[in-house]
């Protein structure tokens, strides 16, 4: 068995090192894109019209070709990123057990939902692609109208990789296990196969089989099918607090539960569905296509070292000051902030860049962690922000008006967020040690040199990214694209670049960025499978059957938005609860003394604030698992307490703009009037 | 009691939304409560683009959107949700109405589900034309002056009609426009009508604002139900699903023209919008392209053709009467809009 193992390995190593060369493309196609538009408006405003024409213009296939290639990436690479063990696991009962005991819980599982789950969702998405290979289907999206079929094709493409490195993983586990319990499986498999066969069928041929009928009267007859759906999605959530923590990698959990619950309160034909056009449409989002290109700028200056000295140089001017780095952090954090609205994004780049410096230094973990994962939430919140974005038309308030609202309320949670990490600092020096006295400069010309020297490179990268959107030059995701080739010019003007160097870190951003689109991914699934079992709907029309001032109906709609997004991510959120809530909320304008787009603008601001805290709230907390990503040897336990002490200075920022208003309403006020 | 689930592709708060409760709520009391449409919001339980895969699949009842948003799956959707520039022989949204009713529209129409093969059972309901040419930083006298500008263009055919006829046409996601207007990264965009578009945030950034535009004269939104689903109705219900149609397609129009109008009252008084003439050359520019590209796809695909011979029989009985009787009406209705603008 041990040469099927090899092979499968083999396919996927290649798979993954050609994947990870399409990350040059999508790059080519924005700068493309963003200087041949650039051009055209500089030269028709020097008045050189016919010449703009000719040689220069928007390009109608960038979109299309960036979002595409990028969406394909992220499943082509999935089988060589199971391979390579990125995706995130909850391991605290895990990694107790032996390793016989966690190989055996392994192949249990992938035996029990791995397989049937993913052959499933294969044969979907591969009917599927076919209908759109056969009818020649054109995205709706843009004046191109791309075909959607060689795109779509990662899809089925990229399960059949995971399938086949299951099948590796699963042989890996049974050498693991120990001879016994080997036989005893392997005797096992042959009633597996048959068992697995028969549940594919079923579930895709409902009527001619009579398992389906079999499955179908059983949980009738156990009174299970008589649960109604948005119940199930409560035990759904249950169970997850639970399932996540046996320490298989979240990502699959979240597929597993979706699965298993979709199939109990819809059917499970339909849940594969749900699970196709979820991660076609993670596929294809245009803003997601700037994951990528945001780690890979992040991972270019760790290795050639640029980042670093920032960090160092920090350490030496504030060389008396305890917990320095964790200012330096939430500095270069609201600054990516500003020229990103995506949290995976920025808490790799701050994770990849930061963690080296703050363990060399004997940095409190937690408090590390805590500050790099809330400082990278901040993204979300400072503009651009992709949130803000989707809640925009949902509030029907215009994107700038809730950009400009945005602005304060991000500045003061990154104060608040310094404020605290020094305040621990002073009060236990430890936590944040300053440099030896042996490493402290006495030359004030050095540090300055230093110090501005450290400042160049990130000063540079932020002009690329964020200046190309300020000077009017690329849109927020053109921005990534702008940001990823100054790295590598970067690189190439201190001499550090080589081709080795860039092929490597084209292949850890692949890594990198599947470990987030696929988490991404099947949260979003997770979160549909909750909203079609009708139980966000059912537990928010409880609340506001209710009858109470409307203060107090204020409070626990934010206490209900708050719970939520401890177990669901902001998508569902903003989509399915938000929209129930705007009548109501609209209603309180008088009582609160607004009008009613102050009070939605307003409303929409502790929205955001609010859910920022569901990317620091465990344990589904993608920030956790993105961080733990990149810094494998912080313990996921540390990361968990860590944030949870920032979701408390949240919880004090969230009660800041509640209590006033102003803090929210000032700016969008004085930019736009009304 | 039946519960329809429709998964829209516009956001909860618009208009279309608002009519298509309204429409709800008619099929409701006319079926005594026996059947109930319930309005999910955009992205609720698919995303947009998947939306009538989802119904089709039978993931969701049903699902609301203009026909065109489905054009990628048959370039015909467009000849009914947006037929670029009147289908190219001046049909306006009453006129398209008509067709649909009595020009043997909605037998074609009926026909477009099945030749894109997906099963479900689709009902017009609102006519939500004609939108505007768009928004401009500065003023146009000509095409030329319009050439010289970003345009961040409509999807599909009405798009690639402006890359044409040589717009600098940009594609680039909706959130991303109003920012990209504020900071210079595009010069211009269209959107939709006066309520939508002062909803969206157009007059904060823009001033300069042009109402006859041709790539989107005729709008249109239906509501589609999966095909099991529908069968599975009484005769009553689907009756019902009919009548509630039909009165939807006069109410929409209705409603859409009276809050527009109370939209552009407010632009232009209230927050300093300009209302402009769109340059004359622009019209024969647009339709000439517009014919072109209508006559190529009818020539690349057998059903767009007889859809568009359909639009262009009706036109040639219905459109010298209306679009005649049309320009008296217009031409008064423009001279009271001046005289009260003084
Ligand atoms: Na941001
Ligand atoms: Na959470």
Excluded at chain 1, 148 to 174: D, W, Y
Excluded at chain 2, 125 to 141: D, H, R, S
């Amino acid at each position: 068995m041990r040469p099927v193992v090899a092979t499968i390995d083999l396919v996927n190593l290649w798979a993954g090192r050609i994947t990870c060369l399409l990350l040059t493309p999508v790059m080519a196609a924005m700068i493309t894109e963003v200087f041949s538009r650039s051009m055209f408006g500089f030269l028709v405003d020097i008045g050189y019209e016919d010449t703009a024409r000719t040689y220069f213009g928007p390009t109608l296939w960038s979109y299309e070709v960036t979002r595409m290639i990028a969406g394909a990436m992220f499943m082509l690479g999935a089988g060589y990123a199971l391979m390579r063990g990125v995706h995130i696991r909850a391991d605290f009962i895990y990694r107790k057990w032996s390793p016989k005991t966690q190989a055996t819980v392994d192949a249990i599982l992938y035996m029990a939902f791995y397989f049937p789950a993913l052959l499933l969702f294969l044969y979907i998405s591969g009917e599927y692609t076919l209908k759109a290979w056969l009818t020649g289907e054109r995205a709706m999206d843009t004046t191109f109208m791309a075909p959607l079929a060689p795109a779509r094709t990662a899809m089925p493409l990229g399960i059949l990789f995971l399938v086949l490195q299951g099948v590796s993983e699963l042989l890996k586990c049974l050498y693991r296990m120990g001879h016994v319990r080997e036989r005893k499986f392997v005797l096992f498999l042959p009633f597996y196969l048959i068992i697995l066969t028969i549940t594919i069928l079923s579930v895709l041929f409902p009527s001619t089989l009579p398992a389906g009928t079999l499955i179908e009267s059983l949980t009738v007859a156990t009174g299970f099918g008589e649960m109604p759906s948005a119940t199930i999605g409560l035990v759904m959530l249950a169970v997850m607090l639970l399932a996540i923590f046996v320490g298989f990698p979240i990502s699959f959990t979240l597929i597993f539960l979706g699965f298993t619950f979709g199939a109990w309160g819809f059917s499970s034909k339909l849940v594969f569905y749900l699970q196709t056009l979820q991660f076609n449409s993670v596929m294809l989002d245009e803003t997601l296509a700037a994951v990528p290109l945001f780690v890979f700028m992040g991972i270019m200056m760790e290795k050639a070292g640029l980042m670093e000295r920032l960090f160092t140089s920090v350490q030496l001017m504030l060389s008396r000051t305890h917990g320095a780095l964790y200012l330096a952090v939430l500095f270069v954090s609201t600054i990516f902030a500003a020229a990103t609205g995506i949290v995976g994004a920025s808490v790799t780049i701050l994770g990849i860049m930061a963690a080296k410096t703050m363990n060399r230094s004997g940095y409190n973990v937690q408090l590390a962690a805590g500050t790099i994962t809330a400082g990278g939430t901040l993204g979300i919140l400072i503009p651009p922000s992709i949130m803000l974005v989707v809640m925009g038309p949902v509030l029907e308030i215009p994107v700038t008006d809730l950009f400009a609202a945005a602005i304060i309320p991000g500045l003061m949670l990154a104060f608040l967020y310094a404020l605290y990490a020094l305040g621990r600092c002073w009060l236990n020096p430890t936590l944040g040690p300053p440099l030896a006295e042996d490493e402290r400069p006495n030359d004030i010309a050095y540090v300055a040199r230093e110090f501005f020297l450290g400042l160049v490179p990130p000063a540079l990268l932020v002009a690329s990214a964020l200046g190309s959107i300020l000077m009017g030059w690329a849109t927020p995701t053109e921005a990534a694209g702008c940001g990823a080739f100054g790295a590598v010019l970067l690189t190439l003007a201190y001499g550090k670049f080589t081709f080795r160097g860039g092929y490597d870190a084209l292949i850890k951003t692949l890594e990198i960025t599947v470990l987030i689109m696929f988490l991404v991914a099947a949260s979003n699934f997770f979160g549909a499978v909750f909203s079609r079992l009708g139980t966000p709907s059912m537990l928010t029309e409880l609340l506001l059957s209710l009858d109470m001032p409307p203060t107090v109906i204020l409070i626990m709609v934010m206490a209900l938005i708050f719970i939520l997004g401890w177990p669901l991510e902001w998508v569902p959120i903003v989509l399915i609860i938000v929209p129930i809530l705007i009548p109501v909320v609209a209603g309180l304008a008088p009582a609160m003394a607004m009008s009613e787009t102050q009070m939605l603008t307003w409303f929409g601001i502790l929205v955001a604030v609010n859910l920022q805290t569901a990317w620091l709230s465990p344990p589904v907390a993608l920030s956790a698992y993105f961080l733990k990503g990149v810094v494998p040897e912080w313990d996921l336990k540390d990361i968990y307490l860590g944030m949870m002490q920032f979701m408390v200075i949240q919880l004090i920022g969230l009660i800041l703009v509640f209590t006033f208003p102003k803090i929210a309403l000032w700016l969008p006020n004085y930019i736009y009037g009304g | 009691q039946t519960v329809i689930r429709v998964q829209s592709v516009i956001p909860a708060k618009a208009d279309e939304v608002f009519m298509l409760e309204d429409f709800a709520k008619d099929v409701s009391d006319l079926t005594d409560g026996s059947l109930q449409i319930e309005v999910l919001p955009a992205g609720a339980i698919v995303g947009v683009a998947e939306t009538l895969d989802a119904v089709d699949a039978g993931l969701i009842e049903g699902g609301f959107a203009w026909t065109h948003y489905w054009s990628g799956k048959h370039p015909a959707a467009m000849l009914f949700g947006s037929p670029v520039a009147g289908a190219g022989v001046g049909i306006d949204n009453i006129a398209f109405v008509s067709w649909f009713q009595y020009g043997g529209g909605k037998e074609l129409y009926d026909q477009l589900w099945k030749e894109m093969g997906v099963n479900v059972k689709g009902f017009m309901l609102q006519p939500v034309g004609p939108e505007a040419l768009g928004w401009f930083k500065e003023p146009i006298t000509s095409m030329d002056d319009f050439r010289k500008y970003r345009f961040r263009t409509p999807p599909g055919i009405p798009g690639q009609t402006y890359k044409d006829i040589g717009i600098a046409s940009v594609a680039m996601g909706g959130g991303d426009i109003l920012p990209a207007l504020e900071k210079g990264t595009i010069d211009a965009a269209e959107w939709c009508c006066p309520k939508p578009d002062s909803v969206f945030g157009f007059q904060k950034v823009l001033k300069h604002y042009y109402l006859q535009g041709l790539h989107q004269v005729v709008v249109n939104a239906d509501l589609y139900i999966n095909g099991d689903v529908y069968e599975g109705l009484s005769d009553r219900e689907k009756k019902a699903l009919e009548v509630a149609a039909n009165a939807s397609l006069s109410k929409s129009m209705s409603y859409r023209i009276f809050e527009n109008g109370k939209a552009l009252k407010d632009l232009t008084e209230n927050q300093g919008v300009i209302l402009h003439d769109t340059p004359e050359d622009y019209f024969k520019e647009y339709m000439d392209a517009a014919r072109a590209s209508l006559e190529k796809n009818a020539e690349e695909n057998a059903f767009f053709a007889e859809v568009w011979q359909s639009q262009k029989d009706f036109a040639e009985i219905a459109v010298p009467f209306w679009a005649g009787a049309q320009t008296s009406n217009a031409n008064l209705g423009r001279a009271f809009a001046d005289s009260i603008a003084k």
